[in-house]
């Protein structure tokens, strides 16, 4: 597979359709007005698509239809999701911490770009990357239209595969 190189950033990395499975559809955009207030916001565990620790929470749409959706992101210190795409767009803000984004089918961790509270990234689906949550964690807001996928360059790193230890 080759890789596509932009600027690109990395929180993109994140939420698939175990988001559908796991939080109820929040409210379609054109049936009414949707408020969020950060203080009310029900997080919960992140989807099995991403690496245990994250946590989410949906506030529009259903991941698993094409419908317009936005969902935050919450990862702890030096959180890691290894190198892959998703099947549509995606456009993240970042709100606090810092978001480190590198491009490619090789995850180094290192290098990459760095996406600081009140930064703006979009990627076009299907672009390969990794992403990683600096030394304070990191909250962000990514939205796109639907139904949205993650899928692994290395089908190991996928942890809707791994199984237990001895098993």
Known sequence: ?????????????VVP???????????APASQVIVAHASTLAWAPGPPSLPPGADFVLLEGNPAEAVPLTFRLRFPPNYRIPPHFHSVIEHVTVFSGTLNVGMGEVATYTGGTALNAGSFA????????SAWAGPEGVTFQLHSVGPW???????ADDPRTKRPAGN
Request: aromatic share 6%.
């Open 122 to 129: 979009a990627m076009p689906a299907k672009m390969v990357h």
């Open 17 to 27: 359709a175990g988001l559908a499975a796991q939080a109820a559809a929040a409210p």
């Open 149 to 155: 996928s993650i899928t692994y360059v290395n089908q």
């Open 1 to 13: 597979m080759s890789v596509r190189f932009t600027l690109a950033l990395a929180a993109l990395a």
